[in-house]
């Protein structure tokens, strides 16, 4: 009894924040980046690209590519890729649709204070459904598919940053270089609010630990998919006197989520320990160079 108790109280929050988090983009997306003729990365880029190129209202383009982007992730990845963004590809494009219809006036004519405005409320509606462990079914699921089908050797945040920074040149082509450049800007405010929403005003980069009887899996996906360097070690469990591995890694507040949403697909019983990061010096993305700290 407890235990669906739990449960239900789980749903509820999570239609609330996806519903919440879903209101906010579509209302950023209807009311502030389409209306002064912004871009952006994702889906939601190119359908306003092909908005403009073939005319085609971009929020049934949106809607298409969204099941197309769910079909695909069915045939290639199988169902249990395919369940995690069935939700957001089939209810997310409804309700852009019905926000476009509204139309919303907020903010015209100030293309650099609705880029701010767009990340700002874009962001947090991004974050809200990411912090539930949801997915938008985007180009982050495109990037998953090109990684493991064609290019295993290149990370997922590499491939989504590819996929994205061609989008923006397409539109600077498309319309014309200071669409492009506030579209830089917006993409930038977007993934701070994003990170604000999932860990606060923390660090920019955060430790993870992680005990798991999947370490192996673990350690491989964190090395070759993410990216990042791990380092692990035997530890003895107090309680059940059990020798088990841990796994220790340094990363960003995205790449966090996205292993802790692998590791609940393979080991729910997992332990993982986020901790906050101060500084981090040594080889790595993101990460200060010792001699350039030595030189200041």
Known sequence: ??????????????????????ALLAFAITSILKPNGLITGGITGISILLDGLIGINYT???????????????LLMGKREAAK???????????????????????????????????????????????????????????KIIHYKAFPFISISQILLSID???????????DRHVALYAILTQIIMMKSIDLILFGFGSKNVKIEIISNK???????????????????????????????????????????LIKMFIAQIDPDAFVNI????SVWGKGVGFESLLEENNV
């Open 85 to 143: 963004i069935i939700l957001l590809s089939v209810i997310f494009p409804l309700i852009l649709i019905l926000f476009e219809a509204i139309s919303i006036d907020f903010i015209e004519n100030d293309t650099f204070l609705a880029s701010i405005y767009y990340g700002i409320i874009g962001g947090t509606g991004c974050g809200l459904i990411l912090k539930r462990g949801y997915s938008m079914g985007g180009t982050d699921t495109i990037a």
């Open 60 to 74: 049934y383009i949106y809607y298409l590519l969204s099941i197309a982007v769910l079909i695909g992730a069915w």
């Open 215 to 257: 370490a192996d899996k673990i350690g491989e996906y964190i090395l070759y998919t993410i990216g990042r360097g791990i380092s692990t070690y035997e530890i003895k469990g107090g309680y059940t006197n059990n020798t088990r591995e841990k796994i220790i890694s340094i990363c960003s507040p995205r790449e966090v989520m």
């Open 275 to 278: 901790l906050p990061v101060i």
């Open 1 to 22: 009894m407890r235990k669906e108790k739990k449960d239900f109280s789980k749903l509820i929050l999570d239609v609330f924040y996806i519903a919440l988090g879903c």
């Open 165 to 175: 920074v061609a989008i923006i040149m397409v539109s600077g082509v498309v319309y």
